[in-house]
């Protein structure tokens, strides 16, 4: 059979008449990994396969959604036209015809609402020019101030607590080159193994060359397995953990005392607030055992470098953002920053989710990281558009919230790009009633997600194969990706498609760019004196040096590989530690007779996000093709559920059937099911509304639920 096989290949191989490569980088996580596709005109038809290319980050490795992630652009469903919604159906139409369509219903919405009655809601899978451009188009083209984003609903905990700490949110202070050499690190809340694959031989390197490792997490994960000390802390407990840590960091003196007294803020007030902390209580918030935390703050404190890195299992919590604080409260009480293999990183779930949270598709930012209610910042930007800083709309409100004003009527129309809200946001079946409510909603997509059903108008986007731009990896280097594969029908990029509504808008004059390099050339100069600077970055440098990490302010500048070595970024040049409480102060789902388990969510190594890219692939589609519940066998059996049955999950804001799936490695007073499914496997129907203050995150990964098998026994 096997001879068989590699006859019928070498056969193929050998009707190979052309073959044409086309470089582009990975559509899903921040690893960004470049990669080429390489297509082969046979006699009858065309193959198709991606490999990778070696670059800075992921020295030409790809993981298994990188290798068929060719599978969904060139997809037979791929939207290729725009389609107006008629009567209950898609019908196409031509690009003049929707653009008319726009113009219509804005000018109508408009007069009637005023400018506030328009939104944007933008994604973090976007090139940088197009998140640059989409901030610039609410706020110019609508003249709208509610403009967010998906990346809302990912990275914002994380940029909060670093902006806060620090000065500013550069995911990893340093590159990745530095964690190999790096002896002992602590993966806060993150499953890299399954979300971002190719980092992996880094953390394995560092274990090679010794380093220990600590895991924090409620289950067992591929990440877990390469850890010398797993803390399976109870879902929602990191900042209490995280005190536990600090507590013994400070009583056993592992403290870098000259550090703190020179480079940090706010040190006396942390350690007299974990003195009062008692360790029986931490151990009853977070179940780890004392001996463990000991452990960790020993390693962590003991060895001469170290580096932290937390996701979103410390990130979406309605306390995510002070829960990241305090791990870098950790960081700075040994003075682990700012100099080799010592630092931080969060780890960007979404391909662009630095960049995209960096130029103005924030509710309260401008670009360059500068903030929209500081009047130089507006001034500034102002002028490089051109346009008063009275006419540039004050801050909008974070991705939910916008939700909500939907719902309560203040937004009547919805300008959606590359993103599925229905699926992806809390307390989704009131998501979707909400944009059911919608008198118009323009989607930019490549298929018809969930969300884009309910769309008035879909716009056909381009995809990762055809769509030039930069993209900023997990480092926070820049790269560019060229894309060149050629769009089929009447594909249009986003950028192009913000640039022709803007011109039926009338708006023409601020939007007159003909290619991604010249949106580029604007954001250089919109970005420049900002946190994000990015002003000595240019596609040529891009192309001659594969990457370069900001900030960069000067064309001789070579960018920044390790930040913080000198100084913070608050105007004093010093970081900032704050005490932070074992508990929210909105309060997380706490279980109940009613609801007696902690319910977490996350991902699978073969989706992404929602999934309406990754589910239309054969190959990553087949390896998990519907979503489960990972349950510990013991508690299965006190809830008389079987391995593989169907089970009914439900908590007080909705209800959702998954297939259960043992496993030992979970806490037994914990289930976890997957995101990437929609409709009554959607595991945000679950999840409560309820945003952490500091920076409107969700609290998505704990919600208190019940579980039991679908079909009731007795029906048997
Ligand atoms: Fe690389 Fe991430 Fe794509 Fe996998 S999903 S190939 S790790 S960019």
Not at 55 to 60: A, K, R
Not at 194 to 209: H, L, R, V
Not at 243 to 263: M, S
Not at 580 to 600: D, E, G, M, R
Request: hydrophobic share 35%; net charge neutral; glycine share 6%.
């Amino acid at each position: 059979m096997t001879e068989m096989l590699l006859k019928y290949f070498r056969e193929q191989q050998k009707q190979v008449e052309t073959e044409r490569i086309y470089n582009t980088q990975c559509p899903y996580c921040s690893m960004q990994c470049k990669m080429q596709l390489v297509e082969q005109t046979h006699v009858k038809r065309k193959t198709y396969k991606t490999i990778g290319r070696d670059n800075p980050t992921s020295q030409g490795r790809l993981c298994i959604k990188g290798m068929n992630a060719h599978q969904h652009p060139l997809h037979k469903d791929r939207i290729q036209y725009p389609l107006l919604k008629i009567n209950g159906e898609f019908v196409k139409i031509s690009w003049r015809e929707a653009l008319d369509y726009i113009k219509e219903h804005v000018t109508e919405i408009q007069e009637k609402n005023g400018a506030d009655a328009l939104g944007v809601y933008g994604s973090a899978s976007i090139t940088n020019e197009e998140a640059y451009l989409l901030g610039k188009f609410a706020r110019v083209a609508l003249k709208t101030k509610y403009i967010d984003y998906n990346g809302r609903l990912c990275m914002s905990a994380a940029a909060s607590a670093a902006s806060k700490t620090f000065g500013m949110d550069r995911g990893f202070t340093n590159s990745l080159q530095e964690i190999p050499f790096t002896e002992c690190i602590m993966l806060a809340g993150t499953n890299i193994a399954e979300c971002q694959p190719t980092i992996m031989p880094y953390f394995e390197k560092a274990k090679e060359n010794g380093a220990f490792i600590i895991a924090i997490d409620p289950r067992e994960t591929g990440t877990t397995k390469i850890a010398d000390l797993h803390l399976k802390l109870k879902p929602g407990s990191d900042a209490a953990l995280a005190n536990g840590i600090l507590k013994v960091i400070i009583e056993e003196n592992y403290l870098d005392e000259r550090f703190l007294q020179e480079r940090v803020n706010g040190f006396e007030e942390v350690m007299q607030y974990v003195a009062s902390l008692e360790f029986s209580v931490i151990e009853e918030i977070t179940g780890v055992p004392l001996e463990k935390m000991y452990q960790a703050a020993r390693m962590f404190g003991q060895r001469e470098t170290g580096m932290i890195f937390t996701a979103r299992g410390v990130e979406q919590q309605t306390d995510g953002s002070a829960a990241v604080q305090n791990f870098l409260n950790i960081l700075l009480s040994v003075g682990k920053i700012g100099k080799p293999r010592c630092g931080y990183g969060a780890i960007t779930g979404q391909g662009n989710g630095q960049g995209a949270r960096e130029h103005g598709q924030k509710a309260d930012q401008l670009p360059g990281y500068r903030s929209i209610e500081n009047h130089e910042h507006r001034m500034y930007i102002a002028d490089v558009w051109n346009i008063e800083e009275k006419d540039l709309p004050r801050k909008g409100v974070s991705a939910y919230e916008m939700i909500e004003k939907i719902h309560d009527g203040e937004i009547k129309g919805l300008f959606l790009v590359c993103s599925n809200p229905t699926v992806s946001n809390p307390n989704a079946n009131f998501v979707k009633k909400a944009f059911e409510k919608l008198e118009f909603l323009v989607v930019a997509d490549m298929f018809e997600s969930e969300t884009a059903k309910l769309a008035n108008l879909i716009l056909p986007a381009s995809s990762y194969l055809e769509d030039e731009g930069t993209m900023t990896n997990v480092e926070g280097r820049v790269t560019l990706r060229e894309a060149s594969f050629p769009r089929r029908g009447e594909i249009k990029h986003d950028w192009e498609i913000l640039c022709e509504i803007a011109k039926v808008l009338g708006k023409e004059e601020y939007f007159s760019f003909s290619s991604a390099e010249e949106i580029f050339n604007e954001l250089r100069i919109a970005s420049k004196g900002g946190i994000a600077d990015y002003s000595g970055i240019t596609y040529e440098r891009l192309r001659a040096e594969k990457g370069i990490l900001w900030p960069c302010r000067s064309l001789t500048d070579k960018g920044t590989e390790r930040l913080f070595e000198t100084r913070f970024a608050h105007s004093d040049g010093k970081a900032m530690m704050v005490p932070v409480s074992n508990q929210a102060i909105v309060p997380k789902a706490k279980i109940t007779k009613k609801y007696p388990l902690y319910l977490t969510t996350g991902r699978v190594v073969s989706h992404y996000l929602t999934g309406v890219q990754t589910r239309k692939s054969a190959s990553l589609s087949a390896r998990n093709f519907e979503s489960f519940m990972e349950i510990h066998p013991s508690t299965a059996k006190k809830y008389e559920i079987s391995n593989q049955e169907l089970v009914q999950i439900e908590s007080s804001y909705g209800r959702i059937v998954v297939r259960s799936k043992f496993s030992e490695g979970i806490r037994p007073d914990t289930v976890f099911v997957p995101f990437h499914w929609a409709d009554s496997q959607n595991v945000n129907n679950l999840v409560s509304e309820k945003l952490d203050p500091a920076c409107k995150m969700p609290g998505f990964k704990v919600s208190a639920v019940n579980i039991s098998p679908s079909v009731k026994r007795s029906s048997y």
